[in-house]
């Protein structure tokens, strides 16, 4: 049964640092491309980041591009969402979801974590 | 950036009923296209992939289609447990991006 827990959610003050962790298990970790998705209290979903599992590329989006990096460990079957210079727009339930392919991009997200939160307030 | 516009922002309905939920995009898009599911308090889940193909358990009450910039999902006969936020997603273009999503009642 494939699995996603995420963790190191919490409360931080503005231009402070987190880094998330997405724990997966029940499927071969290394042979599928793993994304973050963010969701602001009341709000839709915004997709953040992409790890790549045929090139090992990042994608991000435009909001985190510079301040968010992401990356993964495969002998841990993790992966990290280190989050720098957050801002309180950053706030949200942060999950993590698989991609159905390697490459990313190409495959839906086709496992979701239950999501963790993050709340950037002074 | 693909900008994703789901219409109508919200749909009351009966059970029983057919429910279309519309999906279109600022630019013509691929086969990228997939919808997700989301009830309160939960994680999205995989509804529909590659526009027209359900995701593994998904009920037969559930249909997606559409081609270039239009794209629907179709709910066949809706179920109480059809309540929901239904997002769209295109991942033809960085960055993927979803809708804004249709809030389902089922009255």
């Known amino acids: 049964e494939v699995e996603l827990l995420e963790s190191g959610g919490g409360l931080v003050q503005p231009g402070g640092s987190l880094r998330l962790s997405c724990a997966a298990s029940?499927?071969?970790?290394?042979?599928?491309?793993m994304t973050w998705v963010r969701q602001a209290p009341g709000k839709g979903l915004e997709w953040v980041s992409a790890?790549?599992?045929?090139?090992?590329?990042?994608q991000y989006a435009d909001s985190v591009r510079g301040r968010f990096t992401l990356s993964r460990d495969f002998s841990k079957n993790t992966l990290y969402l280190e989050m720098n210079s957050l801002r309180a727009e950053d706030t949200a339930v942060y999950y993590c979801?698989?991609?159905?392919?390697?490459?990313?991009?190409?495959?839906?997200?086709?496992?979701w974590g239950q999501g963790t939160m993050v709340t950037v307030s002074s | 950036e693909i900008v994703l516009t789901q219409s109508p922002a919200t749909l009351s309905l009966s059970p029983g009923e057919r429910a279309t939920l519309s999906c279109r995009a600022s630019q013509s898009l691929g086969s990228y296209v997939a919808w997700y599911q989301q009830k309160p308090g939960q994680a999205p889940r995989l509804l529909i992939y590659d526009v027209f193909n359900r995701a593994t358990g998904i009920p037969a009450r559930f249909s997606g289609s559409g081609s270039g910039t239009d794209f629907s999902l179709t709910i066949s006969s809706l179920e109480p447990e059809d309540s929901a936020a239904y997002y769209c997603q295109q991942r033809n273009y960085w960055p993927v991006t979803f809708g804004q999503g249709t809030r389902l009642e089922i009255k």
């Open positions: 979801a698989r991609a159905a392919t390697a490459a990313a991009g190409t495959g839906a997200f086709d496992f």
């Open positions: 790890f790549s599992a045929t090139d090992g590329s990042t």
């Open positions: 029940g499927f071969t970790f290394s042979s599928y491309a």
